[in-house]
């Protein structure tokens, strides 16, 4: 992809702040007005100390204290108003991204990588609101200081100023070289922290298989090789700016030692009185920072500018599932649902559905079969326009779903997945995963129409259990109840069992599937199952191979006709 190319594309996210930063901005050029006002203080009691002018200088101290105090003020409201506006900055970029990320499709999250996802969402989007504070309560001021200080420099003495500025064009190569450095070797340093923030995901998430293969070594020496590899960018990064900072030091100190051969020449010439160079020392003292924190902040802005990078390249990923413009809001439906000569193929030349059409009536049991790779999943999965056919249409009550909002599309559908995903938070929470209201009445009656009531109220804190990570302290058969109470308390009319029972122990299978079967009553179910014990009640079973439907009919009739199906049962009853 494309990188960002500047700091640019941030102009849409300051304009809602632009009152803030414009009450900034004043203060910040009160502040710099001040810069000049000072050196040209401390020339004329540098004078008034030869002279010993006590009265006048006192006169003079009492001034430039009042002028501290005012630049006190100044920039206290130039920084909090300039961090203010920044944070505010950041947290739109980072909820813009976020939402973002939500309208992508899951073929996007089928090959991205976790921990790359979330370093962008948190670490880059962090260092590009370091580089924008930064920019905002130092780099401006510092550039307004050096021009002000440049303007009052060039009044006093035009010559001395631009033979003062003989480096300048060279420092100014320098910098952008030097900077051009650090982002090449930001970009590499923080491909690979969020590399190694993608393989911690990974490992963590998968710590039992790694501890079972006794493979505690091998990931340790695959974390060490990414580690030293991050660190050798790194390191690169640092010895750029070790060897720049010398380097800029040694011209301003050439620029300064000609500063006193000239202004010396000048002062004999007649052209320059000891206050005004005292003014102009003081204005060359003062520049020194503003340019060093210009310097420092330039590399900052460099490296974040690959966070920059990092982060706009999202946005350049468009989602593969759009609705249409005008699409209506699809009312609670019967359940009716066909599918109209569908096609469909992950990759061009590897079709996995061909020519398949398929009618549901409201309330009817469909149960899919065949081996993996057959289809199954992805027929599913089309319904709730995860992905889109290539060819032909998919209908809910005669309305093409292509019409619709997904949002009031995948309102009328629940699904019970094979693995289940709970997030970290209170069982309730859980069950009523995607409401910001609990109805603590009706996420207990969603429970006990799972079969989940029981083992939820053994809890000392009932509903209030906290679920760890994944739901990893509960068991996988409470794990299935809960999910499917999470799809009871939508009251969906469509239902999508995908291998709900197919990781279970007996006792529980047992449980869940008397659940099911008080779910399933009144609604269009597909099942998804390999256990073909499962599937025996459904009003009829599809049995799928190569992306066709090759057999329908009841458990009897596909018993009877001593066909595909049929070799599937008998070879999984038992010996």
Request: charged content about 15%; hydrophobic content about 45%; proline content about 3%.
């Amino acid at each position: 992809m494309k990188p960002a190319s500047d700091y640019g594309q941030l102009l849409p996210y300051l304009k809602p702040h632009w009152r803030i930063l414009t009450i900034a901005l004043v203060c910040t050029l009160g502040f710099v007005t001040t810069m000049p006002v000072m050196a040209y203080l401390v020339g004329q009691a540098g004078g008034m100390i030869g002279q010993g002018q006590v009265v006048a200088l006192a006169q003079i101290s009492g001034l430039v204290a009042v002028l501290f105090v005012i630049r006190g003020f100044l920039l206290y409201g130039q920084d909090s108003l300039m961090a203010k506006a920044a944070f505010a900055i950041v947290l739109d970029l980072r909820q813009r991204v976020y939402r973002h990320l939500h309208s992508l499709g899951l073929d996007y999250f089928e090959t991205a990588a976790t921990g790359d996802l979330s370093y962008r969402l948190t670490e880059d989007i962090d260092r590009i609101g370091e580089v924008v504070n930064k920019a905002f309560h130092q780099l401006v001021p510092c550039i307004l200081t050096i021009l002000a200080l440049l303007g009052y420099m060039l009044y006093l003495n035009w010559q001395l100023t631009l033979a003062t500025l003989i480096t300048a064009p060279l420092v100014g190569v320098l910098v952008g070289w030097f900077g051009d450095r650090l982002l090449h070797f930001s970009r590499l340093s923080q491909n690979q922290v969020a590399n190694l923030s993608s393989m911690l995901t990974e490992v963590f998430s998968g710590i039992r298989l790694v501890k079972a293969f006794a493979a505690e070594p091998y990931e340790i020496n695959r974390f060490v090789k990414a580690a030293k590899i991050n660190q050798q960018s790194r390191y690169a990064t640092e010895r750029v700016k070790a060897i720049q900072y010398p380097v800029i030091a040694f011209l301003e100190a050439v620029s300064i030692i000609l500063l006193f051969l000239l202004g010396t020449w000048q002062i004999a010439l007649g052209n320059l009185t000891a206050k005004d160079f005292i003014s102009f020392g003081t204005g060359v003292a003062l520049i020194i920072e503003p340019i060093q924190q210009i310097t420092a902040n330039y590399n900052e802005i460099k490296q974040g500018q690959a966070s920059l990078d990092r982060v706009f390249e999202l946005f350049q990923i468009q989602p593969n599932i759009k609705e249409k413009p005008g699409a209506i809001a699809l009312d609670t439906v019967n359940g009716q649902v066909e599918y109209r000569q569908i096609q469909f193929a992950y990759r061009p030349d590897q079709p996995v559905l061909e020519n398949l059409n398929l009618l549901a009536l409201p309330g009817e049991v469909i149960a899919l079969v065949g081996h993996s790779g057959a289809g199954k999943t992805t027929l599913v999965n089309l319904l709730p326009r995860f992905y889109d056919p290539s060819v032909g249409q998919i209908l809910v009550d005669g309305v093409d779903i292509q019409t619709v909002t997904l949002r009031s599309l995948r309102q009328q559908i629940g699904l019970v997945p094979q693995e289940t995903v709970l997030f970290s938070g209170t069982i309730a929470e859980n069950i009523a995963f995607g409401q910001s209201a609990l109805d603590l009445a009706a996420i207990q009656a969603a429970a006990k129409v799972a079969n989940a009531d029981r083992f939820i109220s053994q809890f000392p804190d009932g509903y209030q259990t906290w679920v760890g990570e994944r739901g990893i302290t509960l068991s996988g058969g409470q794990r299935q109840r809960i999910a499917i109470a999470r799809a009871v308390l939508r009251n969906p009319r469509i239902l999508i069992l995908d291998e709900a029972t197919s990781a279970l122990d007996a006792e529980s299978e047992a449980l869940v599937q008397e659940a099911l079967e008080r779910v399933m009553q009144g609604r269009t179910v597909f099942i998804i199952a390999h256990r073909l014990t499962t599937v025996r009640r459904a009003d009829r079973i599809l049995v799928l191979e190569q992306g066709r439907v090759v057999e329908s009919g009841t458990h009897s009739e596909l018993l009877n006709q001593a066909s595909r199906y049929a070799r599937f049962y008998a070879h999984q009853l038992p010996d």
